[in-house]
């Protein structure tokens, strides 16, 4: 294992959507797959008590309203709302399962991943999708799964992605010192959150994606290239 230069970070904490994985997958594949699964989804399993007590929360944010036009609208906004995010997660364990769905990484995040993993970073991932959701894209990419490379999967449990709260929330859960901790979002105001709560971060700015690139925090195009930036091996 090489050794880390002085002062570099310790843990690099990774959001998936616009930062390993791309927008468009998530948008257009895995979101429109729970949705035409969803309310079968909820037929077939609403007796297990995981989704009786997504739907009991679902009920408890939107009074009055029948759990699945709630969850539907909130598929709209693209809400990140724990019940539904629970929901998605189930349903897309299935797909996973059945060699329907697949998580196409963007190229750059296996080679860096396992370069930053070789030298002894830990990773780390902080996603508005459930740890569910979390651990089926790294356990279902294409390159086989690849979960063991991380030592923490954090969701909206640790509070919202924006309040720098959740940030310190994780830090403390994990036994890390916020300094040491690099976050790489490709949001802004994520980011914002995650300095605030004294982590480093790096907006990943991914042309692809056409994300727009923030001023207020250091950016990059890639991973390897934001590993590199705050002295840490890009790729192997
Ligand atoms: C776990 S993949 C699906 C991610 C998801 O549901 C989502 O809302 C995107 O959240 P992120 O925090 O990764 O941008
Ligand atoms: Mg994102």
Aim: proline share 6%.
């Amino acid at each position: 294992m090489q050794t880390l230069p002085q002062g570099a970070p310790r843990v690099v904490l990774l959001d998936i959507e616009g930062t390993t994985l791309p927008v468009s997958f998530v948008h257009d594949v895995l979101f429109p797959y729970a949705r035409t699964h969803l309310a079968l989804f909820l037929v077939q399993h609403g007796g297990d008590a995981t989704v009786q007590a997504a739907l009991a929360q679902t009920a408890e944010l939107a009074p009055g309203v029948p759990p699945l036009e709630q969850l539907e609208r909130w598929m709209d906004e693209d809400a990140k709302v724990a019940p539904l995010k629970t929901l998605q997660g189930l349903c897309w364990e299935k797909g996973y399962a059945r060699g329907e769905l697949v998580a196409a990484l963007y190229p750059d995040v296996l080679p860096c991943l396992r370069a930053l993993h070789a030298a002894g970073v830990a990773l780390a991932v902080y996603s508005s999708g459930s740890e569910a959701a979390q651990r089926l894209v790294y356990g279902y990419t294409a390159q086989g799964d690849v979960k063991a490379l991380f030592s923490g999967f954090y969701d909206l449990r640790m509070g919202g992605k924006k309040d720098a709260a959740s940030y310190s929330a994780i830090v403390a859960q994990a036994g890390w010192h916020a300094a040491d901790v690099l976050f790489l979002s490709d949001i802004e105001a994520e980011l914002d959150a995650a300095a605030q709560a004294g982590l480093r971060v790096c907006q990943i700015a991914r042309p692809e994606d056409g994300t727009v690139a923030g001023t207020r925090h250091p950016v990059t195009t890639s991973l390897p290239e934001a590993a590199r930036l705050f002295g840490l091996p890009g790729e192997g």
